[in-house]
């Protein structure tokens, strides 16, 4: 077997993370987002653009609300958003 065909490259296709709005359940919204990280091979720091990138209505007012040191923290802003 050739060294190149063990290479696990990334899907063809991204798989849309779903949108979090705020009313909703954060959990299945989690779930969600961690299928599309996984199937999408995403980095840390892409899971942080996507997750910001998902919120919509009254969640993204988290990114106004909380310092840089929290919206620039995937852990952070999950914790946030839990709350």
Not at 31 to 49: G, H, M, P, S
Not at 50 to 65: C, H, M, N, P, T
Request: glycine share 4%; with cysteine.
């Amino acid at each position: 077997m050739r060294a190149e065909s063990c290479i696990i490259s990334k899907p063809k296709h991204i798989l849309k993370p779903p949108k979090f709005d705020g009313t909703g359940s954060f959990e299945t919204f989690l779930a969600q987002f961690r299928i599309c990280a996984v199937y999408n091979q995403w980095t840390e720091a892409e899971k942080l653009v996507y997750l910001r990138g998902s919120l919509k209505k009254e969640a993204v007012q988290v990114l106004w609300d909380y310092s840089a040191e929290t919206t620039n923290s995937l852990k952070e802003m999950v914790k946030v958003l839990k709350e």
